[in-house]
């Protein structure tokens, strides 16, 4: 693996945090014996997938994390979350960069949101389903999930563009 510079690691922190901050916005509704969300967090993983590629496991697993640890509602989903988010965000990243893009291909892009959502998807819905809520209280948070997955891609698709060509030559210096 490739050694990381001081810059990189200073940035997959800021980006952490802002991860982080779009979950931490947040409207939790009560579903099946429990409490599910709609967030930004999402969105802020799919841009971050388009700035820096796969790394983007690194800052999806730890601010989305870092808020469950943080919110008594959602603590004990800090370790699910840490696992499914991180691959949302590593699935998004890799596909964003397959084939040289690295990022500048909007359907390419849409395509990995599309994939990394589905991780998220899945990933909850198992976890929902055999640890916290059942078939039927999977199920009914399968709808704020869904939601919180279209909101993501719709504001990423034109966002993470206009932030991938606002940043260029700077993410690219520090990589």
């Given at each position: ?44 993983i799919f841009i971050v997938a388009v700035l820096i590629g796969e790394k983007a496991v690194i ?11 943080l919110t008594p509602a959602f603590v004990l989903w800090v370790i699910p979350t840490f696992i ?28 990995g949101f599309i994939l990394g959502g589905l991780v998220s998807l899945v990933g909850y819905f ?50």
């Open positions: 693996m490739k050694k990381m510079s001081t810059n990189m690691l200073v940035m997959i922190a800021m980006l952490s945090a802002l991860v982080f901050l779009g979950t931490y916005i947040h409207i939790e509704i009560p579903i099946g014996g429990g409490v599910s969300m709609i967030h930004l967090g999402t969105t802020v800052p999806a697993a730890i601010g989305s994390a870092l808020m469950d640890a499914i988010k991180g691959a949302t965000g590593y699935v998004a990243g890799k596909v964003a960069f397959m084939n040289g893009k690295e990022g500048r291909s909007t359907i390419q892009n849409i395509i198992i976890v929902n389903w055999v640890i916290f809520k059942g078939w039927e209280g999977a199920v009914t948070s399968l709808l704020t999930s869904i939601t919180t997955t279209v909101i993501g891609i719709v504001i990423a698709v034109p966002l993470s563009m206009a932030v991938k060509a606002a940043t260029r030559g700077f993410i690219e210096r520090i990589n």
